[in-house]
């Protein structure tokens, strides 16, 4: 999450652990949509209250050139190797490269393919089969923000180096604009690629953080006329506990919207497979947003007591 990016959402959206019991419970009765988390911290996976939700999908985000720079290679190698250590498989989201607005590079396909191709070959044989083809890509911070048919030239592309991996398509949030992005997304495709587009992601804070469906009905619907039977991920979601002026340090209001999330995935239960609630460590609303579900020293906060009941149903 860069400055800009929340200001982008900021317009559009305008506790003890518990016991050993409750955690088998969790373990034996999941909620009907299979829920993770995504956070970029590999020390969450070592955290008692994680392991106490017996999650056990993460996703990821990496730049699309990671594998050009030591440093960010090793570190989702590292992410990798630690969350199938404890049973977890991992979505890696391909994004930016540099999320300042208009400094980010738009990778030509050929570039994709070079880069991105390395980072297949070193993480699928970790397990990895679950792969997003550009994060947020209708986000003015992403380079394919202005670039819907490149965007679905680089899902082609992935598709096509990934063979058997699920590849989440297109990722938006859900913003003013959407379905325009939507159309030419899928407008630069032949019918067969369209046909492979099926899986999309959604970052649907405003709709959970304004207690609504209608983002994510639009997109849905949007989806819908190139495609005859789409699935849906929520790659991004969960309740805000700061956001700059547009929401003040709650922690009460942001468990209240976690357990509307769950109510969300419950009506569209048959529509959406999977959710990533962002993220798992707060920083005390020491930061223009704050998400977390426990604090910045890795004490529950109300969200996770929500998450825990959510996870219950």
């Known amino acids: 999450m860069t400055r800009h990016r929340l ?19 969790t373990a034996s009765a999941r909620p ?29 985000f990496v730049a699309w050139n990671a594998a050009r720079h030591r440093g960010e290679l090793n570190a989702v190698r590292d992410y990798v190797r630690s969350a199938r250590s404890h049973g977890i498989s991992v979505l890696v989201h391909i994004g930016t490269d540099d999320f300042r607005p208009r400094r980010a590079h738009l990778p030509t396909v050929r570039e994709y393919r070079r880069d991105v191709g390395r980072l297949v070959r070193t993480l699928r044989p970790l397990g990895v089969r679950d792969w997003g083809a550009f994060n947020e890509a209708n986000h003015p911070s992403e380079p394919t923000y202005r670039s819907p048919k490149r965007a679905a030239r680089l899902f ?9 991996c699920r590849v989440v398509a297109l990722d938006v949030l859900d913003t003013r604009g959407v379905t ?8 630069a495709m032949t019918p067969t690629q369209r046909r492979q587009a099926s899986l999309v992601g959604i970052h649907n804070y405003s709709d959970v953080n304004r207690r609504t469906t209608a983002g994510t009905s639009t997109i849905m619907r949007a989806v819908r006329t190139h495609v005859r039977s789409p ?3 929520l790659t991004e979601t969960g ?3 700061e956001l700059g002026s547009a929401f003040r340090c709650n922690e009460r209001r942001a468990a209240n919207r976690t357990t509307y999330l769950f109510k969300l995935l419950h009506t569209y239960r048959h529509a959406i497979d999977r959710a990533y609630i962002y993220n798992w460590k707060g920083t ?23 998450l825990r009941r959510g996870l219950r149903r």
């Open 7 to 25: 200001r982008t959402i900021a317009a559009v959206t305008a506790i003890a652990a518990t016991g050993t019991a409750a955690a088998a419970g």
């Open 32 to 60: 009907a949509v299979p829920v993770g988390i995504s956070d970029q911290s590999a020390a969450m996976f070592d955290s008692p209250l994680f392991q106490q939700t017996a999650i056990k999908q993460v996703r990821y």
């Open 156 to 164: 082609v592309a992935l598709r096509s180096m990934c063979g058997g």
């Open 180 to 187: 325009g992005y939507i159309d030419r997304f899928y407008g």
């Open 231 to 233: 699935h849906f991920w």
């Open 239 to 241: 309740g805000i506990v």
């Open 284 to 306: 005390d609303c020491r930061t223009r947003m704050d998400t977390g579900m426990v604090n910045a020293d890795g004490t529950p906060r109300p969200a996770y007591t929500a």
